[in-house]
C-alpha cells in the first residue's frame, strides 16, 4: 500500500514537473523574442542573449522553434529557417520544427509546401493536434472535404476533442458559412468559447436565418454579458425580427456594456432601426444622421430620416430629407414622386381645415404631375393617381373632379396591346367612375357605353348590369 501511494505521489510529481517544464520554456521563449524583437534582431545584447538561450535549451526543440519564430515575427526568414531545422534536428518527435517551417512556407504563398509540412508535423508528432489544424487551414481553399478529413483525425488522439467546432471555424474562415454552421450546430453551445459563439451566431446571420444567429448569439451574450460581437448579433438579429424592445436593451449592452467595443455606422444605423420600430423617431433620426455622417454613400439613410419624420407627424422636414436623397441620385425613380406624393397625402389626414387639407392634396397632385412629364411611360399611372387625389378634394361624382384623369387613364391602357391584371382592374376601376358620372349627368348613352366596355372585362359587374338593363 505504501508503495503504491508514493507510486502515485511520484506520478503527481511527473506531471507537475512537465506543467512547470512547459511553462518554463514559455517564458523563457517569450524573455527572448522580447530581446530579438525590441532591438530588431542585431546587437550585442540579441547576439549574447541567443548564445546564452542556444546553449541552454540545444536538446529542447520547443525552445528552439520559439526562437525561430521570434526571427519570424521580425521577417528575418534566414534566422528562423535555421533555427527550425535546429529544432528538427534537436528532436525529430516533436511537431514545432515542421510547424515552424509551414508557417514559413505559409507566408511566403506557397500553400502546397506549408501543408506538406504541417502534415510531416501529423507523422512525426501525432498527438499534436496543430499540425491536423494548421494543414486543414492551408489546405481548405483547395480541398475542403480533404481539410476536414485531416481534422476528423484530431478525434483518433482525442474522443474529446472539439472536432465539428474546428471544422465549423474552418469553414467559417472561408466564408462557406452553410457549412460552418451545418458544424456549429452539432457542438454543445456550452462547450465554444465567445469567439466561436459569435462565429456560429454571423455565419447564420449571414445566411439570413436570424431565428438561429439569435439563438446562439443570445446564449452567447448571457455567458459572456460583456462580449461586443454578441451583443451587437443579439441587437441586429432582434431588430430584424421587430423585437424592437429586445434589441434596445442589446443596443445599450453593445454602447455601454461591452468591453473593447468598436463602434461602425452598421451599428448606428441598426440602432435607428430599433428605435424607430419601437417609436422614438427623435432619437432614431440622430443615429441615421450619424450613420450617414460617418458614411456619405450610403444615401438610403437620408430616406429613412424622411421616413422618420413622416411618422413624426414633421412632413416639411420629411420632404426636405427625401429632396436630399433625390439630390444624391444620378437620375429620380417612378417612386421618388410617389413617395413625395405620400408625404403630403399623409399631410392631408392630418390637417385640420379644409382649405389647409387642399393644400397639401394639391402638392400631392402636383408631384404625380411631374411624373407625367418626367416620365411619360408612367403617364397612366400618373392619371390613375391624380383621379384619387382629386375625387378627395371633391367626392361628389357628379362634379366630376376626377372625370378628366380617369379618361386620360382609360385612353391610355385602352391603347395598349397588352395589359396586366393590375391595369385591367385599373381599367375597370375607371369605367365604372365614367358610367356612373354620366348616369348621374343625365347623359344615359355616354353612360351605356362606358357600361358595355366595363361588362366586357368584368361580366358580373353590378354596376355595369343595372345601367344596361335601363
Keep these: 500500500m505504501k508503495a503504491i501511494k508514493y ?29 530579438i524583437v525590441s532591438n530588431n534582431g542585431v546587437g550585442p545584447a540579441v547576439k549574447d542573449a541567443v548564445k546564452v538561450f542556444v ?14 519564430r521570434a526571427y519570424l515575427d521580425i521577417k528575418d526568414q534566414t534566422n ?9 534536428k534537436a528532436n525529430k518527435s516533436n511537431a514545432a520544427g515542421y510547424l515552424l517551417k509551414g508557417d514559413m512556407a505559409a507566408i511566403n504563398d506557397n500553400g502546397g509546401e506549408a501543408a506538406m509540412w504541417y502534415q510531416t508535423a501529423t507523422q512525426f508528432d501525432p498527438k499534436n493536434p496543430l499540425g491536423y489544424i494548421k494543414y486543414a487551414r492551408v489546405y481548405q481553399k483547395v480541398d475542403a472535404q480533404g481539410a476536414e478529413d485531416m481534422l476528423r483525425k484530431l478525434t483518433t488522439i482525442d474522443p474529446n476533442y472539439p472536432v465539428d467546432a474546428e471544422i465549423a471555424h474552418m469553414y467559417y474562415s472561408n466564408n462557406k458559412f452553410a457549412k460552418a454552421l451545418e458544424n456549429y450546430k452539432k457542438v454543445d453551445k456550452n462547450k465554444l468559447e465567445d469567439d466561436k459563439l459569435t462565429e456560429y451566431a454571423l455565419a447564420a446571420y449571414f445566411l439570413g436565418k436570424s431565428a438561429e444567429s439569435l439563438e446562439a448569439a443570445e446564449y452567447g451574450a448571457k455567458k459572456y454579458p460583456r462580449s461586443a460581437g454578441l451583443n451587437r448579433l443579439s441587437f441586429y438579429n432582434h431588430t430584424d425580427l421587430k423585437n424592437y424592445d429586445k434589441a434596445l436593451q442589446f443596443a445599450d449592452a453593445l454602447f455601454n456594456r461591452s468591453d473593447s467595443a468598436k463602434f461602425v455606422g452598421r451599428d448606428y444605423l441598426y440602432y435607428g ?25 450610403q444615401t438610403d439613410v437620408l430616406k429613412l430620416i424622411s421616413d422618420s419624420y413622416l411618422e413624426n407627424k414633421m412632413h ?12 444624391t441620385q444620378e437620375k429620380k425613380k417612378a417612386s421618388d414622386y410617389g413617395a413625395i406624393a405620400r408625404i403630403y397625402l399623409d399631410l392631408a389626414e392630418n390637417e385640420t381645415t379644409q382649405a389647409a387639407k ?13 411624373l407625367a412629364v418626367a416620365m411619360p411611360s408612367n403617364e397612366s399611372y400618373s392619371a390613375y393617381q391624380r383621379a384619387h387625389i382629386h375625387h378627395m378634394i371633391n367626392p361628389d361624382i357628379k362634379k366630376g373632379a376626377a372625370k378628366p384623369f380617369y379618361e386620360k387613364c382609360a385612353s391610355i391602357l385602352e391603347a395598349q396591346a397588352e395589359k396586366d391584371a393590375g391595369e385591367m382592374t385599373t381599367l375597370a376601376e375607371a369605367y365604372n367612375y365614367l358610367t356612373v358620372y354620366y348616369i348621374q349627368n343625365d347623359q344615359m348613352s355616354k353612360a351605356k357605353e362606358y357600361a ?13 348590369k343595372q345601367v344596361l338593363s335601363l
Design 358 to 370: 387642399e393644400a397639401a392634396l394639391l402638392k400631392a397632385d402636383q408631384a404625380y404631375a411631374d
Design 80 to 88: 528562423a529557417l535555421k533555427y527550425a531545422d535546429m529544432a528538427i
Design 7 to 35: 507510486f502515485f505521489a511520484g506520478a503527481l510529481m511527473l506531471g507537475i514537473s512537465a506543467q512547470v517544464m512547459a511553462q518554463d520554456v514559455k517564458s523563457k521563449i517569450d524573455a527572448i523574442t522580447k530581446v
Design 55 to 68: 546553449k541552454e535549451n540545444k536538446k529542447n526543440a520547443e525552445a528552439l522553434a520559439g526562437l525561430g
Design 452 to 464: 358595355a366596355k366595363l361588362k366586357a372585362i368584368q361580366p358580373d359587374n353590378e354596376t355595369a
Design 273 to 297: 432601426h430599433a428605435l424607430k420600430g419601437g417609436g422614438k423617431y427623435a432619437e432614431a433620426i440622430k443615429n441615421f444622421q450619424k450613420t450617414y455622417d460617418l458614411d456619405n454613400t
Design 316 to 327: 416639411d422636414k420629411a420632404v426636405e430629407y427625401y429632396q436630399k436623397y433625390i439630390a
